[in-house]
C-alpha cells in the first residue's frame, strides 16, 4: 500500500470519527424550539428566586436539554389579573407559531384552547380541569391539552378546614368565599365541616368588588369567626382585596393557594407549584420528542405545602397553634 494510499485512509477515518459527531451535534444545536407561556397572573422578579414556579420550570428544561438563548425561545405572556387580555394574549402566541403553549391558571387553558386546536397545549396547574371543560378525563384527555392538574381531588377541602381548626381551636363558624364561576363543590367542605364541629356560612355568588364588600359583611353580621377562600378564578383575580377585607373584619383565614400568602394572606394549603412546573417541562420534552397530547394522562400533584404569615397573625393579634407552626413548609416573619 503506497503512502498516498495510508494517508487517504487515515484523512476518511479523521472525517468519521470528528466531523460527523460535530456535524450531529450542529444539526441539533441548530433546532430552536418556541415555547409560548400564558398566564393569567403576573410576571416573578427579575431573576426570580429558585423555588418560584417558573424558575423550577425553566431550570428542568435545562436539565433535559433545552436552553433559553441556545436551543430555546420561550415567548412569555402574562395578563396580570385581566381576563380580558388572555384572549389577545394567546392569539399572539399563535401567530408566533410556538411548537407549545404551556399555560398556568383554567383561564389561560381556555384562552389556549379557543386560539388554536392544533398546537399542544401543556398545563402547568389547573383546577379541576375535567370539572372545568379542559380535558374529556384525567386517563384520557383527547385533544390537544394535558399537564398537570393542581387539584388533589375533594378530600383537600377537608384538610384545609382541619388547619385552620387546628390552628385556631376556639372557631365554631366559619365564612366559605364562593364566586359566580367557581363550580365548587361545597359537599366535601360540608363534610369536613361537620366531623370538625363547624357551622359553615356560604356567601351569595360574589364576582365584583362591590358583592365581595357586601358579603363579607353579611357573613360578618352572621357571626363569622374565620375564613376559607377557595382557590378560584375570580377569588384569585381579587386575591388582594379578600385579605384586605379578612383583616378589616378580623378574621382569621384559609387560602387555596400561596399567593394569597405571600400577599400578606394568614394562611395556605396547597400544592406545591415549583414541583408542577418541573413536571410540566418533562410534558414539554416528550410532545417535543413526537408524543401527542392526547395520549399522555393528566397528572395531579403529588407535593403540598402549607405556607404561615406570621406577620399578619402579629397584625390581627392572633396566636397560631404551635403543632401547626411546625408543620408549615414556609414561615413569613
Known sequence: MTLRAVGLILWLVFINIFLTPLSSEAQQLGKTHRLGFLAFGSP?????????????????????????????????????????MLPVFADELVQHRVDIIVTSGASAVH????????????????????????????????????????????????????????????IGRVAVILDSASRVDVTPVKEA??????????????????????????????????????????NVRHRTLIVELAAKHQLPAMYGSREFVEGEGLM???????????????????????????DLPVEQPTKFELLINLKTAKVLNLKIAGEVLMQADKVIK
Open 268 to 294: 395556605s394549603y396547597g400544592a406545591n407549584f415549583s414541583d408542577i412546573f418541573r413536571r410540566a417541562a418533562v410534558y414539554v420534552d416528550r410532545i417535543l420528542k413526537g408524543a401527542k397530547p392526547a
Open 193 to 234: 365541616a361537620r366531623l370538625l364541629g363547624l357551622k359553615l356560612l356560604l356567601s351569595p355568588e360574589t364576582a365584583t368588588p362591590e358583592e365581595f364588600h357586601s358579603s363579607f359583611a353579611l357573613l360578618k353580621r352572621e357571626g363569622a369567626q374565620a375564613l376559607y377562600a377557595p382557590e378560584t378564578p375570580i
Open 111 to 170: 384562552a389556549a384552547q379557543k386560539a388554536t386546536v392544533a398546537i399542544p397545549i401543556v398545563m402547568a396547574g389547573a383546577p379541576d380541569p375535567v370539572a372545568f371543560g379542559l380535558v374529556a378525563s384525567l386517563a384520557r384527555p383527547g385533544a390537544n391539552v394535558t399537564g398537570l392538574s393542581d387539584s388533589a381531588g375533594r378530600e383537600i377541602e377537608g384538610k384545609r378546614l382541619e388547619l385552620l381548626k387546628e390552628s385556631f381551636p376556639w
Open 44 to 84: 416573578p422578579p427579575n431573576p426570580a428566586p429558585p423555588e418560584f414556579p417558573f424558575a423550577a420550570f425553566r431550570q428542568r428544561l435545562q436539565e433535559l436539554g433545552y436552553i433559553e438563548g441556545q436551543n430555546l425561545v420561550i415567548e412569555r405572556r402574562y395578563a396580570r389579573g385581566k381576563l380580558e
